[in-house]
């Protein structure tokens, strides 16, 4: 917990010293499937359209770590914030808190397994599979036998 809340200072800190402010970008439209419930998904699409990249991290972090995330608003959050955040270690950073939330959802890894084309580093690509195999590993590891 406190990593992360380091984390995000230091990226919120870094982004604000550098004056970052980015507007957002539209993706295509979310694959079909049950709809993100309307609450969380007008939150998402604000914080999407904040014009700082740092507050649009810092929105979308609030969200992703909520532990009664539904699968759906997770998927939908996934694809609103890798396609609004410019900046890699954002991306990153929204990725992996996701990843951290105790109700991570088989939905919600799937569509970052298929977004994984949003991240421009390998690196990136790579600690986000590890983080998602750590989990794995993690969960099966603790499931009764």
């Known amino acids: 917990m406190r990593s992360t809340a380091m984390t995000r200072a230091g990226i919120l800190g870094l982004l604000a010293f550098a004056g970052v402010g980015l ?4 993706g295509p439209a ?11 998904l007008r939150e998402i699409e604000a914080a999407r359209i904040l014009t ?3 507050d649009r991290l810092e ?8 532990p009664d995330l539904a699968p759906e608003d997770q998927a939908a959050l996934i694809h609103a914030g890798l396609r ?9 950073a ?18 970052l397994l298929a977004s994984l084309d949003q991240f421009t580093f390998d690196s990136s690509k790579r600690k986000i ?9 993690e969960r099966a590891r603790k499931a009764p036998r």
């Open 30 to 40: 979310p694959e079909p499937g049950p709809a993100p419930t309307d609450l969380v």
């Open 52 to 54: 700082f990249e740092a």
């Open 94 to 111: 929204l990725a992996l808190a996701l990843i951290r939330n105790p109700g991570f959802a088989d939905r919600a890894k799937v569509r």
């Open 23 to 26: 507007s957002c970008t539209s």
């Open 59 to 66: 929105a979308f972090l609030r969200i992703a770590e909520r």
């Open 129 to 137: 599979r590890q983080a998602i195999e750590a989990l794995e590993f």
């Open 84 to 92: 609004s955040l410019s900046f890699e270690a954002c991306k990153e």
